[in-house]
C-alpha cells in the first residue's frame, strides 16, 4: 500500500546529506556514524504502520529544508572538556531526521488519538512534551491544530532550526509549576510523552496530571519514562506496576497499557466520560 520507493529515496537523501556533512565538517564524522541506528529504526516504523494498514503520506519522507550545518553547535574549542560539552549541545542526531521524527509522531497519533485522523472533524490539541514539534506537521496534515511546549526557561531551544523550518511556535512550559497557564477545558487532547518525569518526582504525578486533565476538554495521553531508581534497578516492570496502583486510585476509570512503539508505560484518562459519569 505505502510506497517502498519513497521510503528508500529518503533514507538515501538523508545518508546523502550527512556524508556531505562528515566531509567538511571532519570532526562530526563520529557523531554522523549514528545516523544509520536511527534510518533503521525508521525504516522499522514505517513498517509497522505499514503492516497495519496506515497510508503514510510521501510528504512525511522528505529531508527538513535545513542545512544540516544548523544543528551542529556555535563555536570553536580544543580539549576534551570542549568536545564533550560541543557533543552534549548537538540536537541529537535522531530529532534531525523528518523521516523518524514523522514515522515516531504518526505512530503515537494512531495508536492513543486516531480519532484525530478523521477528515470531518478538526481537534485542538496541547502538547506538554514537544522537542522537534513534528507533531505540529502530523496534526496539521489532518486538519487539526496542535499546539507545542518547550521546557525553555528563557533559553534558546536546539531544536529551534526545525520550528523555524516548519513554522511552529511553541510556547514557554514549566511542568514543575503549578497551576499550569492553560484555561480550563482550553484544549480537545492533551498529550504528554516521556517528559513528566522532567516535572518532579512520582509522588507529584498525580497533580500534575490533574492539571493536564482541567485543561483537557476530552483525553489526557501520557507516556512515562521509568524512573532513574527503577532504571538503576533494572527493574522497570515492577516500576510500572507501582505507578499504575498509584494513578489508578487517583483516576478510577483511566486505561493503563504498555504503549506500542516503546512499550513504556501509557495511560489515557477520558475526561469527557468522567465529568458525564460525575454530573449523571
Given amino acids: 500500500m505505502n510506497n517502498r520507493r519513497a521510503m528508500r529515496a529518503y533514507l538515501d537523501e538523508e545518508r546523502a546529506l550527512y556524508q556531505q556533512l562528515s566531509q567538511t565538517h571532519p570532526r562530526y564524522a563520529k557523531f554522523v556514524e549514528r545516523i544509520e541506528l536511527w534510518l533503521k529504526r525508521t525504516r522499522k516504523a514505517w513498517r509497522t504502520l505499514s503492516d497495519r494498514d496506515v497510508a503514510i503520506p510521501d510528504t512525511f519522507l522528505q529531508p527538513y529544508q535545513i542545512d544540516k550545518t544548523a ?8 580539549g576534551l572538556l570542549k568536545k564533550r560539552s560541543m557533543l552534549l549541545n548537538m540536537v541529537q542526531i535522531k530529532y534531525q531526521l523528518r523521516g523518524y521524527n514523522m514515522m515516531r509522531e504518526y505512530q503515537r497519533c494512531v495508536d492513543f488519538y486516531p480519532e484525530t485522523l478523521d477528515p470531518d472533524r ?12 513534528a507533531s505540529v506537521e502530523v496534526a496539521r496534515h489532518f486538519g487539526n491544530t496542535l499546539q507545542p511546549t518547550e521546557f525553555l526557561e528563557g ?13 511552529a511556535k511553541p510556547i ?49 495521553v501520557i507516556v512515562f519514562n521509568p524512573s ?24 478510577p476509570g483511566a486505561e493503563f497499557n504498555k504503549c506500542p512503539s516503546t512499550g513504556l508505560l501509557s495511560m489515557v484518562w477520558n475526561t469527557e466520560e468522567e465529568e458525564q459519569r460525575l454530573t449523571a
Avoid: W
Fill in 172 to 220: 514557554n512550559f514549566n511542568g514543575a509549576q503549578t497551576p499550569y497557564q492553560f484555561d480550563d477545558n482550553s484544549y480537545d487532547i492533551v498529550t504528554c510523552f516521556q517528559a513528566i518525569d522532567a516535572y518532579g518526582d512520582e509522588a507529584q504525578y498525580a497533580e500534575f496530571i490533574g492539571e493536564m486533565s482541567r485543561i483537557a476538554r476530552e483525553k489526557v
Fill in 155 to 167: 533559553r534558546g531551544s536546539v531544536y529551534d532550526p526545525i520550528h523555524q523550518a516548519i513554522d
Fill in 71 to 78: 544543528f551542529l553547535p556555535q563555536g570553536q574549542g580544543k
Fill in 122 to 133: 478538526s481537534y485542538e490539541i496541547l502538547e506538554l512534551s514537544s522537542g522537534s514539534c
Fill in 228 to 251: 532513574v531508581e527503577s532504571k538503576f534497578k533494572g527493574d522497570v516492570e515492577n516500576s510500572s506496576d507501582t505507578l499504575t496502583r498509584l494513578l489508578s486510585n487517583t483516576f
